[in-house]
């Protein structure tokens, strides 16, 4: 079988921990043993004394079948490509939200620039029968980039986060420049047929090209700007199985017995999120806060947890949000603590996927709000967590593309913070037999699509 060489932005080296890379890193991992392959990308690194780009050579490491080349940023890239143009830019237009853009002509120059420099430095690792596999926002115009230097290798692409509907990509100066080169692919992936359509508006309204196929059967064509290629929905999923282990394993822990502990038999909600505004963590502070004004009687009865580490940090809006939530936290434990009950219980750090698996499975509810998200695993891993014969309610945001997949969730508005509340309500009430059957539902489509699933038919697509 041909070689896979896979790019993403940040890649885990072999000498990295996987139960902290998480699920996506794993399962790459795996696809990348199984037949060979490269993996390149960002090192994570800022070389201080590097200033011309072009001296920064990749570093490789080998494990295995898999090979790594991974490239350092010197500190003007890594402003204007990563911190710039990629999180204050493309991040909050895919999210949309056009009022925190930042767009400035040298970031996106800069942005364009890296791109260039890795198609460089990846062509001369490259075979002629190598399938090559694009992650994410930061990597759009890389293939295009691959296609200047004469690469004809099959080239796909999986945009983790949302692709803006075309009134919204139309904001940034430069979206046509970003779709033509993204139509040097040879297969797109998006998270859901929402995302599939809203390219395929652009293809047709902006770009004058043609749609056809099953858009709903992950089998649609597009052409336009000379090229044909193929698009289609492939919402990832998770490690099922792993997560039903780890939760069983993580119940049992110090940790969660500590938790346990803590709370002297008070139901638990729990938020678990990176720190960021697409999330809408302080919506679900604020339904929060309303419950507890509105419904007395879950006063000294309920914890809400929210576990969100730091990300982002040296983005402005990232340290705008931060102390946001520091005052919402105050305001609502101001309000309503009593001598011997917190309401909320704010936590800025990461934990291992088995202790947060163990925490999932004692929350009575995950509550999973973002305003706008790609997939959203952490809704899927905690369904996954729940214990079968007494399972905890998952609220979900309809702006999540998991909430096409959850239908077993109470599917919530995240703007109507009085009907978050009201769901919570519902959710810390329900009786066990209708939390049994929305789990079951849920957790048949979670052991139907797991990530293993979702890399494999994005990669037999690739190849056919
Ligand atoms: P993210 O925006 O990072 O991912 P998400 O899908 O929720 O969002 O994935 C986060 C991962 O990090 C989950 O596996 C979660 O368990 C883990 N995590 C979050 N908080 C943590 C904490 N405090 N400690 C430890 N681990 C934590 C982007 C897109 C999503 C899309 C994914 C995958 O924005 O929409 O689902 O990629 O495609």
Redesign the pocket.
Known sequence: MARLVVVSNRVAMPRERLS?A???AVALREALQSQGGLWFGWSGEVNEQATAPDRLAPRHARQGRVEYAVLDLTPEEHRQFYLEFANATLWPLCHYRLGLINFNRASWEGYLAVNARFAEQLVPLLRPDDVIWIH?YHFIPLAAELRRRGVQNRIGFFL???FPAPEVLAALPGHERLVRDLCAYDLIGF?TIGDVRALSEYILHEAGGTVSGDLDGADGHITAYGRSLRIGAFP?G?DTEEFVRMAVAGAGSAETRRLTESLVGRSLVIG???L?Y??GIPQRFEAFHHLLGARPEHRGKVTFMQ???I?RGEVAQYRKLRNELDGLTGRINGKFAEFDWVPVRY?N?????ET?AGFYRHARVGFVT?LR???????K?YVASQDPDDPGVLVLSRF???AREMQGALIVNPYDSEALAEALDRALTMPRDERRSRWESMMAVLRANTITHWRERFLSQLRA
């Open positions: 902290r998480g699920g996506l994410d983790h986060i949302p998270q990832i998770i678990v999120d990176r960021d697409s999330k576990i969100a580490p990300s936590l750090k990461a934990f291992s996927r947060l973002p998200d790609g997939m959203n695993l952490v809704a891993e999540a593309g998991a």
